[in-house]
């Protein structure tokens, strides 16, 4: 198993530009997760989705665009970036089976090191 | 997901025990106590998780209180390499959020 792949690891862009970082997991996770960390800071959710078709907003969502249409890919897309979106961007999956039926252990990927300039 | 508090930051000497509090006073009766660590820029690790009982896998120990409103992470013999950022979460479904979590400094 593969586990959580993100790519690209790195990547530098102009203010303006548009990406989208791919994130894909091969371990049948139901919940999937984007997060931002900022230097020196914690982890912040930008958005999380709950199967294929349904997303929903995390703490930091403006700026950011997200689709599910598989089990397995979530892609995080930057419509015009911003110098303030210059980040490292961690996804991350889970078997989440709800409240009453167990834990929900994430599992994160290496991450993927934008730079806005 | 029950908010979490944990100190900004610690010293363990290299091969002494490192005792890792947190405070998750508003925890509900269902939820998991979950602690993660990050090795410098490195993506978050599982480390372990528990809900009433006291648990040990083979990289530490959790100790949760008979109220479930605190609890310690416990790495018995800390090394250089457990020097990293350590997240406590409560809760975890849905939402799932992080603090600025405990940067442990192993000290040779």
């Known amino acids: 198993n593969a586990g959580v792949t993100q790519t690209p690891k790195f990547r530098i862009l102009k203010i303006g530009q548009s990406m989208t970082l791919q994130c894909t997991q091969d371990?049948?996770?139901?919940?999937m997760y984007w997060y931002r960390q900022d230097p020196g800071m914690g982890l912040k959710l930008i958005y999380y989705s709950v199967g294929a078709g349904i997303t929903d907003k995390g703490e930091v969502p403006n700026g950011y665009n997200v689709s599910r249409s598989t089990t397995e890919d979530f892609p995080l897309r930057l419509e015009l970036a911003a110098p303030s979106q210059t980040s490292v961007y961690f996804c991350a999956s889970s078997p989440n089976r709800g409240p009453f039926s167990g834990a929900n252990v994430l599992t994160f990927g290496a991450g993927s090191r934008l730079t806005v300039l | 997901d029950a908010k979490t508090t944990q100190p900004p930051s610690m010293d363990c000497a290299e091969g002494r025990a490192a005792n890792l509090p947190c405070n998750h006073s508003t925890i509900s009766g269902n939820e998991y106590v979950y602690w993660y660590r990050q090795i410098h820029s490195q993506g978050p690790q599982y480390i372990i998780h528990?809900?009433?009982n006291n648990e040990t896998n083979e990289m530490a120990s959790l100790i949760i209180t008979e109220d479930r409103k605190s609890s310690t992470l416990i790495l018995p013999h800390a090394t250089l390499r457990d020097t990293a950022v350590y997240y406590c979460i409560s809760g975890g479904y849905q939402k799932v959020t992080f603090g600025i979590g405990t940067k442990l400094q192993v000290i040779p």
């Open positions: 371990m049948n996770h139901n919940y």
């Open positions: 528990g809900l009433k």
